[in-house]
């Protein structure tokens, strides 16, 4: 049986208070309460538990290692804490009014608009805020729980997540680019030579450049921007197969010939914020992801068959990969 907490949350938070406030007097105006009522929180804290949480160097008060200790799990526990009663009322209202997802640009924009039509047939009165992030702008909307699910191509340290689909790059640039007049195989010391598009990195510590070491890069914010400036000739870049297809057809676009590296794949995973206090909504929102890529493997791969049966020259492994069978 667990012992009773001899140290209330409001001890915690005074305790907190002080240390992010920047001392007693300053912690007092942030909790609404009188700097003696702060002091004797803290105080009582350090009496119950027979420790000393702050020690006076000079005239200011610093934590004592113990003290850092006892801030980081305190500021954990009190993060908890406020999840869990978010997700009490949330649990209490049924589903959820809202519901918001962090998607990485790479994953295929329609796929995702097809599941959202299928949810509002379900639920039209459910709000849905999109994050469209890149990088590690869907890492930090997991951290900071702005989301409560997210489509990322890396899990977080302390998530897990669920395999949902592999996609295909290929490095791409209009036919005239000069890269496609060398008539030769291309390394990356003649990409270094041209211009890079790069798509800006939606987190807070933005990480931008070209990473091929390219002397020229264009950093823009949006897949649609690199897209039509490659389209005009203006550079390269790697692109989701998928998100150019309409682009390669119509000869706006044409694969790089990459001695190695033309072809790239990535791995996509469906990750909760919580899974243990995932709403209703959320929860049948990520079933119907997963179906929505799942159907959509089957067909591009039972179009590949028809194809190949058809005596049709074989055509490249689908994008749209579901990785818990093991690609289509």
């Known amino acids: 049986m667990t012992a009773n907490p001899r140290i209330s949350l409001e001890q915690w938070r005074a305790l907190l208070a002080v240390v992010d406030a920047g001392g007693y007097a300053q912690a007092a105006e942030v909790l609404h309460k009188s700097q003696s009522a702060v002091t004797y929180a803290v105080q009582k804290l350090e009496s119950l538990l027979a420790v000393k949480v702050f020690e006076v160097v000079g005239r200011k008060a ?6 850092e200790v006892l801030y980081r799990r305190a500021k954990a526990l009190l ?3 406020s999840v869990l009663e978010n997700a009490a009322g949330s649990l209490a209202a049924g589903w959820e009014p809202e519901l ?11 796929v995702l608009l097809q599941c959202f039509a299928r949810f509002a047939e379900e639920r039209p009165q459910t709000r849905i805020e999109l994050y469209e992030t890149v990088i590690s702008g869907t890492e930090e909307a997991l951290l900071q729980r702005k989301v409560d699910l997210a489509i990322t191509s890396q899990i977080p340290p302390g998530f897990a997540g669920d395999p949902l689909m592999r996609i295909r790059f290929i490095a791409a640039a209009h036919p005239d680019h000069p890269l496609h007049q060398l008539g030769r195989e291309l390394t990356m010391q003649d990409l270094r030579k041209h211009r890079h598009l790069v798509i800006r990195d939606t987190g807070s510590q933005r990480r931008s450049g070209s990473w091929v070491g390219a002397e020229q890069s264009w950093t823009v914010s949006q897949k649609a921007t690199s897209i039509h400036a490659a389209c005009m000739g203006l550079g390269f870049a ?3 197969e998928e998100t150019v297809r309409n682009e390669l057809e119509h000869g706006l676009l044409k694969p790089l010939p990459l001695r190695e590296g033309g072809e790239r794949w990535g791995e996509l995973y469906l990750v909760f914020a919580d899974r243990d206090y995932a709403g209703p909504g959320a929860l049948r929102l990520a079933e119907i992801i997963r179906e929505q890529v799942s159907g959509e493997c089957r067909k591009a791969g039972a179009e590949q068959a028809d194809m190949a049966a058809k005596g049709g020259a074989a055509a490249p492994q689908p994008e749209l990969a579901d990785t818990r069978r093991g690609g289509c």
Do not use: D, N
Not at 62 to 67: A, D, Q
Not at 100 to 110: D, N, S, V, Y
């Open 79 to 81: 993060e908890e804490a």
């Open 238 to 240: 790697w692109y989701p």
């Open 100 to 110: 918001r997802l962090a998607m990485e640009i790479i994953f295929p924009t329609w």
């Open 62 to 67: 610093h934590l004592t290692p113990t003290g």
